[in-house]
Nanobody, 122 residues
Framework: VQLQASGGGLVQAGGSLRLSCAASGFHLGDYGIGWFRQAPGKEREGVSY??????SYASSVKGRFTISRDNAKNTVYLHMNSLKPEDTAAYYC??????????????????WGQGTLVTVSS
């Protein structure tokens, strides 16, 4: 069982990136998938969540980020637009079954991918 996060990189403010979270050993569609991020010197925080056909976003990214799922590729994506320097962080994906009211609770996730670094320059 493995989650592989990828797609990070260096981008200028206002730019876009697409992160991918690919699963092996299990079907992503059976789980809720959360994206989290951890900036240097800060605690990890929830960014977005998808379970079934429903999604949720942190207020700091709402309107700029979009989470989506491709079940055929067993992959969840995080499309990030209008990036800001404060979006700089290591981004992690995780699989679990939290209800939407608790999707940002890290202890409710069973599997975690390694981080992919996003750096937004001003």
């Amino acid at each position: 069982v493995q989650l592989q996060a990828s797609g990070g990189g260096l981008v200028q403010a206002g730019g876009s990136l697409r992160l991918s979270c690919a699963a092996s050993g299990f079907h992503l569609g059976d789980y809720g998938i959360g994206w989290f991020r951890q900036a240097p010197g800060k605690e990890r925080e929830g960014v977005s969540y998808i379970r079934g056909g429903s999604t949720s976003y942190a207020s700091s990214v709402k309107g700029r980020f979009t989470i989506s799922r491709d079940n055929a590729k067993n992959t969840v994506y995080l499309h990030m637009n209008s990036l800001k320097p404060e979006d700089t962080a290591a981004y992690y994906c995780a699989a679990g079954r939290p209800v939407f009211s608790a999707w940002f609770t890290e202890s409710l996730y069973y599997y975690w991918g390694q981080g992919t670094l996003v750096t937004v320059s001003s």
